[in-house]
């Protein structure tokens, strides 16, 4: 989401290590509610926890990295929760609520991930092109 904004009411969680790290055995945790870039977190982190929102899980998913998506359950169509729910059944990634989050965090199998493939878009974007009436290319 390199140059976005994400709004401030979400909190975005970047684990820098899955190993204890502190004196206390406590997990160093980069957070914050807002970044005009968080491309470097994503890039180091063992872990993302993050929002539902369809351009964090998809960038999060194209650099293979482990996800935990918290879901905002009051959202109107909860367009967030299918697609969390659908990628989590599919093993992409794991989807919480707030109320599960830290369930879902103490049961984590890393290795039950399956990369996640992206496909291709060229034939839907021909075909929506040529029903628009647009030259193809």
Known sequence: MSGSSIPVVVINLFLSQMQSSGED??????????SPSIADYMRS????????????????????KPLIV??????????QSELAEELA???????????????????????????YQSGDATPVAKLINRHLG????
């Open 25 to 34: 055995g406590s997990l160093v945790v980069d957070y914050f509610t807002f």
């Open 45 to 64: 982190a063992s872990l993302v926890i993050s929002h539902a929102g369809s351009g964090s899980i998809f960038e999060t998913l194209k650099l293979a």
């Open 70 to 79: 918290v879901v905002n359950e009051d959202l109107m169509d909860n367009h």
């Open 89 to 115: 059944e599919r093993k992409h990634l794991f989807c919480a609520r707030p109320q599960t989050l830290y369930q879902v965090i103490e049961s984590l199998d890393l290795d039950s991930i399956v990369p």
């Open 134 to 137: 647009f030259p193809a290319d």
